[in-house]
């Protein structure tokens, strides 16, 4: 089988370290040294695409942009890569939020995947004005994307539902193509709704074993529906010529934390109802119980799979460290336990984008896992490269 990439882009600034945001992260907490305008986010998608990767997921919340317009605004820099816009039914109407996908297909076909975001922070939802429960938000979205694909298939819709009411809904050009769905949730009650609208589940980096029981978990739910789905999964990664240099960068990332900031961290990621954050907490709560977290290595919770990073980010928390032949053999390893889509970023996002598309990028064309985009290295234009990267 071959898989697909995406790349993330860092809609709150980037830095060489690790940025904090996401679950947990409030309003204009999270930010870097360098800033995200988009002649930077533009030379990240434009090396993303030349290396062939197929989308580049844009995050949803209150502590960085907002991934429809910043979608739309780099679409027009690129030609094919496809973007993978974040966004939370319930915010906006589910016939609104069908308008805005087809319109933006429709200037850019096959470029839009959209990445269901049902919301792990109840205060943070408040802040949009959202005062339902977990579940209740899981519920809605059913009701939501129930909507949403009946237009895109050109249907006129009423519905009169517990959270979602419309009448006489419809679209003056549905979508062509239908733009793919992008589903996650760890709880009980996401297995359900991923099982009837989702084209791809996503879970975030977890062993393989977590992955493998997560993959069983869904398929059966969707079987019960009669679908079968797609899987994907959300790492970072810092890859590097040998083991001991990728190993290094890791040590300089938690080199750069003290026990004040993890601590922050923690407290503000614990208020999380989000169950996926709640597992990745757990990767690494051993170790800030006992100090070990400053040391890259005591964070290996799997061969190659390092969870330094959710010491201080929310959401995707573990990152894949190694050598470029280690780093594919982890992407082979997923891949055969069902995994048909990675997304993958680093700190910063351009440079490990290099890393991994010089580096990783080639090995998995050898073994037959990644057959599209083109094999030169792209360059970044306006953009200075401060290091040279593997040419292999």
């Not at 791809?200 to 977890?206: F, I, P, S």
């Not at 799979?305 to 082979?332: F, K, N």
Request: aromatic share 8%; hydrophobic share 45%.
């Amino acid at each position: 089988m071959t898989v697909k990439l995406h790349w993330f882009l860092p809609t709150y600034g980037d830095s060489r370290l690790i940025v904090g945001g996401g679950h947990g992260t409030a309003a204009g907490a999270a930010s870097g040294d360098r800033e995200a305008s988009i002649d930077y986010l533009a030379s990240i998608v434009r090396a993303a695409e030349q290396f062939g990767f197929t989308g580049a997921l844009i995050p949803t919340g209150a502590w960085c942009e907002d991934a429809f317009v910043t979608a739309a605004l780099l679409a027009r820099e690129t030609t094919a890569l496809a973007f993978l816009v974040a966004f939370r039914p319930g915010l906006v109407s589910p016939t609104l939020s069908a308008q805005m996908a087809a319109t933006f297909a429709r200037h850019a076909p096959g470029r839009l995947l959209l990445n269901v975001v049902v919301g792990g922070e109840a205060h943070e939802q408040r802040a949009f004005g959202d005062h339902l429960d977990k579940d209740a938000r899981y519920a809605r979205a059913d009701e939501f994307l129930e909507v949403v694909r009946r237009l895109w298939a050109g249907e006129t819709v009423s519905l009169d539902g517990e959270y979602v009411k419309v009448e006489q809904a419809a679209l003056a050009v549905p979508p062509n193509p239908v733009p793919p769905l992008y589903f996650g949730g760890s709880s009980a009650a996401a297995g359900p709704v991923a099982a009837r609208h989702a084209d791809v589940y996503l879970t975030w980096g977890e062993p393989p074993a977590a992955v493998a029981e997560k993959i069983a978990w869904i398929r059966a739910e969707a079987a019960a529906q009669g679908r079968t789905v797609r899987f994907g999964i959300r790492l970072h990664t810092i890859s590097r010529d040998t083991a001991q240099e990728a190993w290094a960068q890791a040590d300089k990332l938690v080199g750069a934390l003290d026990e004040e900031t993890v601590q922050a961290a923690q407290a503000g990621l614990a208020r999380s109802q989000s169950e996926g954050q709640r597992r990745m907490l757990a990767l690494h709560e051993a170790n800030r119980a006992d100090g070990t977290w400053s040391d890259a290595r005591s964070l290996e919770i799997a061969p190659n799979l390092w969870s330094g990073v959710g010491l201080v980010r929310g959401g995707a928390g573990t990152a894949l460290v190694g050598s470029h032949s280690e780093v594919a053999d982890r992407i082979a390893e997923y891949a055969a336990i069902g995994i048909d889509e990675f997304i993958f970023s680093g700190y910063p996002h351009l440079e490990e984008l290099f890393w991994f598309g010089e580096g990783v990028v080639p090995i998995l064309r050898q073994r037959g896992l990644f057959n599209v985009g083109s094999t030169d290295s792209p360059t970044a234009p306006g953009v200075s490269i401060p290091f040279v990267g593997s040419t292999r």
